[in-house]
């Protein structure tokens, strides 16, 4: 079945920094989905994006296809963003979603 | 729309017992998915459902089952339950796959 990394595994950010996390995938997909899982453990979905580039104010999302990852940017990072983020693709056999292991982040204020 | 609500939210049981959980999906939402979330192993896919069909089950022992009904709405079980069962059980609906939207889990503990 299709592989997903998630890279950093782990990240401490000043409150307002910048952050960049990645997720590689060993396979084509049709379909990529970030979300950010809060304290609480709720998922909340953040973008659906096979391909291209979308933003969502703080937060903007990039799915280079062809090459086989996708970045989710956080600018000007507030406290509210701390918890982990996931990045979810479908695997080859379908009807079924892999997640990546996940990157967790920490913004101290 | 009302999201996904998940019930109960939080369920203590013993070893050897058994616990259905449920999910209710987002009105007109016929797919749901759940998942096992667990410090150790993160998040792994359980079965999906569409229209009271199971289109695929994750490698998980015959223990775990589940099944739709018609108004879209899963139900899974855990059968003869064991100390690695406690987690967070997670459903999430969509329309065809696509984007899903995951309820707020049901905490398992089994003592």
């Known amino acids: 079945g299709i592989q997903v990394e998630q890279s950093p595994p782990d990240l401490i950010l000043q409150e307002g920094a910048n952050s960049t996390l990645r997720c590689n995938f060993s396979?084509?997909?049709?379909?990529l989905q970030w979300f950010h899982q809060n304290p609480w453990g709720q998922l909340i979905n953040l973008f659906y994006?096979?391909?291209g580039t979308k933003q969502n104010g703080r937060l903007s999302a990039t799915t280079v296809a062809t090459e086989r990852y996708s970045l989710l940017y956080i600018s000007s990072s507030q406290t509210t963003d701390s918890g982990v983020y996931f990045c979810?693709?479908?695997?080859?056999?379908?009807?079924?979603?892999?997640f990546g292991a996940g990157t967790r982040l920490f913004v101290k204020a | 729309k009302a999201g996904v609500t998940q019930t109960p939210r939080y369920l203590i049981k013993t070893r050897g017992q058994q616990v259905t959980l449920s999910c209710s999906p987002i009105?007109?939402?016929?797919?749901v998915s759940w998942y096992q979330q667990t410090p150790g192993q993160g998040l792994q896919f359980l079965f999906e459902?569409?229209?009271?069909?199971?289109?695929n089950k994750g490698n998980f022992p015959g223990r775990f089952s589940g099944r739709q009904f018609s108004n879209s709405r899963s139900e899974m079980n855990v059968s003869t339950l064991e100390l690695g069962d406690s987690a967070l059980y997670l459903c999430?609906?969509?329309?065809?796959?696509?984007?899903?939207?995951f309820g707020p889990g049901t905490r398992l503990l089994v003592l």
């Open positions: 999430a609906s969509s329309t065809h796959q696509e984007t899903q939207y």
């Open positions: 396979d084509s997909v049709n379909n």
């Open positions: 994006i096979p391909s």
């Open positions: 979810a693709v479908p695997d080859t056999g379908g009807f079924k979603t892999i």
């Open positions: 009105s007109g939402h016929r797919s």
């Open positions: 459902y569409f229209s009271e069909t199971q289109r």
